[in-house]
Nanobody, 119 residues
Framework: QVQLVESGGGLVQPGGSLRLSCAGS????????IGWFRQAPGKEREGVSC????????SYADSVKGRFTISRDNAKNTVYLQMNNLKPEDTAVYYC????????????WGQGTQVTVSS
């Protein structure tokens, strides 16, 4: 069964850090760009970051540039999102997705992991 499994979410204070993981199960992530997206309550889902299949290209939303870093370890079939200096406005459910065209087109989605930034 093809699955994407996110993990690493939780409750963190403003200024804190979390690392999210997106693991592929039942298929290889090697051939896919991988994107991280988030959806806060009452808001539309937005793109956060994307990494190409080779890892050679990355992109970030302006709101997270300089704070978040996306990376991948194809040997572990996993993509990571390192989130530093977290802000309350980063609170959302974070999803990863397989994609093409540097995340213009998405295919498979994970179930999401909750990130809450609060004091």
């Amino acid at each position: 069964q093809v699955q994407l499994v996110e993990s690493g979410g939780g409750l963190v204070q403003p200024g804190g850090s979390l690392r999210l993981s997106c693991a592929g199960s039942g298929f290889s992530l090697d051939y896919y760009d991988i994107g991280w997206f988030r959806q806060a309550p009452g808001k539309e889902r937005e793109g956060v970051s994307c990494i190409s299949s080779s890892g050679g290209s990355t992109s970030y939303a302006d709101s997270v540039k300089g704070r978040f870093t996306i990376s991948r370890d194809n040997a572990k079939n996993t993509v990571y999102l390192q989130m530093n200096n977290l802000k309350p406005e980063d609170t959302a459910v974070y999803y990863c997705a397989t994609a093409f065209g540097l995340c213009v087109t998405t295919t498979h989605w994970g179930q999401g992991t909750q990130v809450t930034v609060s004091s």
